[in-house]
């Protein structure tokens, strides 16, 4: 069902991008993005119920100082973390849920709450003028057609980030049904299951077999000059410039150690992460693309982005000055 359908509807953006382009004949061929911008996401809308969180903790006058103490008395804020989770904390990243308890919640409205709300670059009155625009260029009938193709675009442009989130959900239902049955495995005696992979106990419920450990991989060290890469080129995602601190987003445990103002480094921008997004100053993925989920959700919040970048999370660690470049595509590292 996703490759079939969802996949191929995703490539609407692309396709409605050429056709503006033809029509329009902008200055900036990305510009089709702007008005494509403007459409609510369920990554968006989440993070806007974590700001609200935060705007309530920075207009509460000694809020801030009880949660620090982990004192959590404040109705209003904890039935609002509660909304959250029973809305949100099913959306996992990797083999971990990241915000299903309210410790963890509230420990980044916590860092959201340190830094001024973040400010959407798409203001509704520049999307209502690039579409007045585009349907300037057509007449009558051709009209009513332009009207059907942005629709469909922008229901393709929500599509391709959504489905991220609910494919997400899937997993977590997946993960808990593991969880389980590993619990069930174990009190029945017949196996211990330790730290298997999700991969070996699906292939044993297939094979009704019990299940078998994987192999370990041996490893060898490898000695002699490390590679310090100073200035690395992929492709401009997202515009803007901005200086920072990388940190470095490998496991799911690195998201707790993110605060404002870092660049975010990974190898891909999960649904399940897309929650410190308003606390990055840029953004640098390996993978490449205008249309990916790290870059949509960048533009969304005026974030400069790059992807493509190879090699992202190892040439980068945590720790290292960044520059990063969204106008050229250009991250410079020290």
């Known amino acids: 069902m996703y490759w079939k359908e969802f996949i191929p509807f995703a490539h609407g953006i692309r396709l409605f991008g050429v056709f503006y382009n033809d029509t329009v004949s902008p200055s900036d061929p990305y510009e089709f993005m702007e008005l494509l911008g403007a459409t609510e996401m369920e990554s968006t809308e989440r993070n806007q119920m974590l700001e609200q969180m935060a705007l309530y903790i920075r207009t509460n006058s000694g809020l801030a100082d009880k949660l620090k103490n982990n004192i959590y008395d404040d109705e209003q804020l904890m039935k609002e973390v509660h909304q959250f989770i029973e809305k949100y904390g099913d959306i996992s990243f990797g083999t971990s849920y990241c915000l299903s308890n309210p410790k963890s919640v509230i420990s980044l409205v916590m860092e959201l709450a340190l830094q001024s709300a973040p400010k959407k670059r798409l203001k509704t009155g520049n999307v209502e003028a690039l579409k ?105 995602a997202g515009p803007g410039i901005a200086e920072g601190i ?25 649904p399940g992460m897309t929650f410190v997004v308003p606390l990055s100053a840029a953004i640098v993925e390996r ?16 974030i400069p982005c790059v992807t493509g970048i190879p090699d992202a999370t190892t040439l980068i660690q945590s720790g290292d000055e960044v520059t990063v470049d969204g106008y050229l595509g250009i991250v410079i590292v020290g």
């Open 246 to 270: 990388a940190r470095v987003i490998i496991d799911p445990s690195d998201l707790s150690e993110f605060k404002a103002g870092e660049i975010l480094i990974c190898d891909a921008i999960d």
């Open 132 to 236: 007045n625009n585009y349907l300037s260029h057509f007449q009558d009938e051709q009209r009513t057609y332009a009207v059907e193709i942005l629709d469909l675009a922008r229901a393709s442009y929500q599509m391709r980030d959504n489905d991220n989130v609910y494919l997400s959900r899937i997993k977590t239902q997946v993960l808990q049904a593991v969880d389980l049955y590993k619990i069930r495995l174990e009190k029945s005696g017949k196996q211990k299951i330790g730290n298997l992979d999700i991969e070996n106990i699906i292939e044993s419920l297939h094979e009704n077999e019990s299940v078998q450990k994987p192999h370990s991989e041996r490893t060898f060290d490898q000695t002699g000059f490390k590679m310090k890469a100073r200035q690395i080129v992929g492709q401009p």
């Open 287 to 302: 993978r490449g693309g205008m249309l990916i989920h790290g870059a949509i959700i960048a533009r969304e919040y005026g």
